[in-house]
């Protein structure tokens, strides 16, 4: 049901009970309610309000409370047309530049002191997902001996990412071989996405003629240069990168130990909120923060019932990656979505 299929006085009521429950985790009584929604009516016509609003859908009254609490559907109007969103208060911004910046420069640094810090401030878990690597520029690569069997190839790409491979060879090769080598891949790669070089690597390595152990070597690169150059992001091994989930554990939803063992399951696999993740990084459907909410059934998964999904893009250079927050439905939305969208522009500051 739409917003404007509730009347004024259903509306104001909806946004008292959420904002109840949301600070106390009570019930919301009519008495409450008709306190601080500052709408002028008695605890009976609230009472009866409530009915209507539980009625279509929006409330749920426990069996052991007269208090009613919100449903997934009041949470979602609530946050698409009954909240405002207003900027982190000075202190939380200045928190998050702090724990952010100081530290390395590299992604998964960055992401993680990201991630840990959303969390603390939001007391959600933070978590983050970094960029696919597919479309990241080559800036340059290294050949480096490791043994007289044994070259590391390290990459550096663009946005600071540097990954390492081995690779074996049959017999020694001189180092002048491999100082031609790498001369060769760097004149012939840079500038290329790893996809790109994947997928045209025999084009533009074939009509090369170095002579000697340089042949031999440069043949390990048409042969197996598809697999040297598939260079997953360490974060996608685990995928997501979690805050603390103890920060969780205090909260009332958690109480129960079914709902803290799919804490559990949901922190240690990953595998469902990392493609939660990769779904949001690849569709479009942010709302006018940027930030992309998700509220309990809408996920259409079990495991994540009674979680809301608060995240939202950054980018680091041509790649977007997801940042954001999963806590129990019962949120504080408005400082939890401008915190994450803040974090967001935070980031791809400094990954820019």
Do not use: C, W
Not at 206 to 221: S, V
Not at 224 to 236: H, I, K, N, T
């Amino acid at each position: 049901m739409a917003l404007h299929e509730l009347s004024e006085r259903e509306r104001r009521v909806l946004e008292a009970v959420v904002r109840s429950y949301v600070e106390t985790a009570e019930p919301a009584g009519s008495r409450t309610i008709s306190r601080r929604s500052g709408i002028g009516v008695s605890p009976a016509t609230v009472r009866n309000t409530m009915a209507d609003l539980e009625e279509k859908g929006f409330l749920f009254h426990p069996h052991t409370s007269a208090g009613r609490i919100p449903t997934d559907k009041a949470y979602r109007v609530y946050v698409d047309d009954l909240m405002r969103v207003e900027p982190p208060a000075a202190i939380d911004r200045d928190r998050l530049a702090e724990q952010i910046t100081g530290g390395g420069s590299a992604i998964e640094t960055i992401l993680r002191r990201a991630a840990q810090s959303l969390g603390v401030l939001t007391q959600e878990l933070g978590l983050a997902i970094g960029p696919r690597l597919d479309q990241t520029i080559l800036l340059r690569l290294e050949l480096v001996r490791l043994t007289s069997e044994k070259l590391i190839l390290v990459l550096t790409l663009k946005g600071g990412t540097v990954r390492t491979i081995f690779i074996e060879i049959r017999g020694e090769i001189a180092d002048d071989a491999i100082s031609v080598v790498q001369q060769v891949l760097n004149e012939r790669l840079g500038g290329l996405s790893l996809a790109e070089i994947r997928s045209s690597l025999g084009t533009r390595l074939r009509d090369a003629t170095p002579g000697g152990d340089a042949h031999e070597l440069l043949n390990i690169f048409l042969q197996e240069g598809e697999s040297l150059f598939d260079v997953a992001s360490p974060l996608e091994a685990d995928a997501v990168v979690l805050g603390q989930a103890s920060i969780l554990v205090d909260q009332p939803e958690f109480a129960s130990g079914e709902s803290m063992k799919r804490l559990i399951t949901l922190t240690e696999t990953r595998s469902e909120l990392a493609t939660l993740l990769r779904d949001r990084a690849s569709a479009p459907g942010a709302g006018a923060t940027g930030v992309s909410i998700t509220i309990g059934d809408e996920h259409g998964s079990l495991l994540l019932g009674g979680l809301t999904l608060v995240t939202a893009e950054y980018r680091a250079g041509s790649l977007t990656g997801v940042i954001g927050v999963i806590g129990p439905t019962r949120m504080p939305y408005e400082k939890v979505i401008s915190l994450v969208s803040h974090t967001s522009s935070l980031v791809s500051d400094l990954l820019t």
